[in-house]
């Protein structure tokens, strides 16, 4: 496993930032991390990352221990915080020459140049990092996150504060390094997750209350929603007699929305309209957004 979280507990005073946490993280995979404000995405990122240390449990990363073994953690992560710490008085290409001082890269010139090249930094690279604009600084923060080229890559909301452009440009480029490193990312844009992450893990109050594949999470939920659209009005008291019909909303004119219990209460609504004189023009089975989902699993 890239990353290997087993009944992890953080507790500062009498706050229970994370209680007894416990996931996967496979190599190769995208994982959106969800939760809401103050939920404990960050303190889980800085425990796998070795800033904090757990109050109890175990985390690995490619099996090394985040407290046994940091060094070792460290040489195979790399992390871009939710606010990113860069020089401003620094040129790109010295910026990314010194940290690949840090992590003492042999050839730090070509390593640099490649990450220049990577990341779209090409036109920008002999700016000071002060002038460059959120979506060029993140840019920046990504190649010093894997100048080292480490396997796992830990990005603390990564696409926050930036315009609709560069999001694209940034969500392109995670989903490219993707193909080549494990790379788990928080984040409160949903249609972000669905758009790259393979699967989805969310926090709630410091416990795990969603960890699946995210196509899987979507489709979870046993209730099934269709829109219908009648040629007549129909009064709802009606529509709510269906047989498997749990609730049903009025959208516009004779369009209803019904949260069905199965698929097979679609022949129970054809056989009311035709009981009732009625026609059906249009009904449509609609997937459950991930934001909907969220909102069910966080509130």
């Not at 890239?2 to 994370?18: C, D, F, H, P, W």
């Not at 939760?35 to 490619?62: L, R």
């Not at 004189?277 to 609609?286: A, I, R, S, Y």
Request: proline letters at 3%; a neutral charge; aromatic letters at 6%.
């Amino acid at each position: 496993m890239s990353i290997e979280v087993k009944n992890v507990t953080k507790i500062y005073g009498r706050q229970r930032a994370l209680d007894d946490v416990s996931f996967v993280v496979e190599p190769g995979n995208i994982v959106g991390f969800l939760g809401p404000n103050g939920a404990g995405k960050s303190t889980m990122m800085k425990i796998i990352t070795c800033f904090i240390p757990q109050t109890s449990g175990e985390v690995k990363v490619c099996g090394f221990d985040v407290v046994d073994q940091p060094i070792d953690v460290k040489r195979q992560v790399g992390y871009l915080p939710e606010h990113n710490p860069l020089y401003l008085d620094m040129y790109v290409k010295e910026y990314l020459d010194f940290i690949g001082g840090v992590y003492k890269i042999s050839d730090r010139k070509n390593r640099v140049k490649e990450m220049i090249d990577m990341v779209g930094l090409g036109v920008e690279q002999n700016k000071k990092i002060g002038a460059l604009s959120k979506g060029y600084r993140q840019r920046v923060g990504l190649a010093q996150a894997m100048i080292h080229d480490p396997k796992v890559l830990i990005l603390d909301e990564p696409t926050t504060g930036l315009d609709p452009n560069q999001l694209e440009e940034i969500r392109e480029l995670i989903k490219q390094i993707g193909k080549e490193k494990t790379i788990m990312l928080s984040t409160h844009i949903m249609q972000e997750v669905e758009a790259i992450c393979d699967k989805t893990i969310i926090i709630n109050k410091g416990k795990i209350v969603a960890d699946n594949n995210t196509q899987a999470l979507r489709q979870q939920d046993s209730n099934l929603v269709l829109t219908v659209e009648f040629d007549k009005t129909i009064d709802q008291k009606q529509l709510l007699t269906i047989e498997g019909v749990i609730q049903v909303k009025h959208k516009s004119d004779n369009n209803w929305v019904f949260e069905v219990a199965n698929d097979a209460v679609r022949n129970n609504i054809f056989q009311f309209a035709v009981n009732h004189g009625l026609m059906v023009l249009t009904m449509q089975k609609e997937t459950k957004s991930l934001e909907q989902i969220f909102k069910k699993l966080t509130t």
